[in-house]
């Protein structure tokens, strides 16, 4: 038995998007995070930090936190991250970028650009110049390999997809980003993505 705890978040749909490329079977338990369902005593249960996604498999203690679920199941299944040498440095480094830049500038950038009820405009712009940074290391990258880690479609892109797809919380355009935006229509047109994206069904964050 698998469940799969999530909603319309980036970070959910990254986990999402990863049981659907590899085509496994799950359950899923829509956690509304605009109703605050995360802090419900049956989420902290599996999660003390209160957040989503969380991944139940087999009767194994829960898994959090989204890059940590992606290593597992990328591990678990031998797929979207090479097993050793310097393609793996490569593939973890990338991912990282993607962890610890791309997405918690951009969930800032939104929270000063729409989210807050006072929006400070040197916040704003702060963090909105983050984001730009983030996009500028990316295009670079992309610019020169066809994916984030290299030849392939791999764990990095798969957690990048959902934060750019979420550009316009950060005022970016990917038309200022050509590398990018070949990317992200390359990446978006898989079967595996289209479906993960649209996981819970029915989930908005509006």
């Known amino acids: 038995m698998r469940r799969f705890y999530g909603w319309a978040t980036p970070n959910s749909q990254r986990v999402s998007i990863m049981l659907e490329e590899l085509g496994l079977t799950y359950a ?7 109703a605050r369902a995360q802090f419900a005593p049956e989420i902290l249960a599996l999660n003390p930090y209160g957040k989503i996604p969380i991944l139940e498999e087999d ?21 979207f991250l090479p097993a050793a040498g310097p393609a793996r440095g490569a593939a973890l480094s990338w991912l990282m970028v993607v962890l610890t830049s791309l997405g918690p500038f951009t969930g800032q950038a939104h929270h000063w650009t729409e989210l807050a009820p006072e929006k400070p405009e040197a916040a704003r712009r702060h963090t909105v110049a983050l984001v730009a940074r983030a996009y500028a ?31 316009g919380w950060a005022e970016q355009r990917l038309e ?28 908005r964050l509006e």
């Open 59 to 79: 009767g194994a203690p829960p898994l959090f936190e989204s890059g940590a679920i992606l290593l597992h199941l990328a591990e678990a299944h031998g797929r």
């Open 28 to 34: 899923v338990t829509p956690v509304n995070i605009r």
């Open 137 to 167: 290391v990316l295009e670079t990258r992309l610019g020169a390999s066809p994916f984030l880690a290299g030849d392939e479609y791999g764990l990095a892109d798969i957690a990048a997809y959902p934060w750019i797809a979420r550009h």
């Open 176 to 203: 200022d980003f050509p590398a990018l935006a070949r990317w992200f229509a390359m990446v978006g047109a898989r079967p595996a993505v289209q479906r993960g994206m649209q996981v819970p069904a029915g989930a």
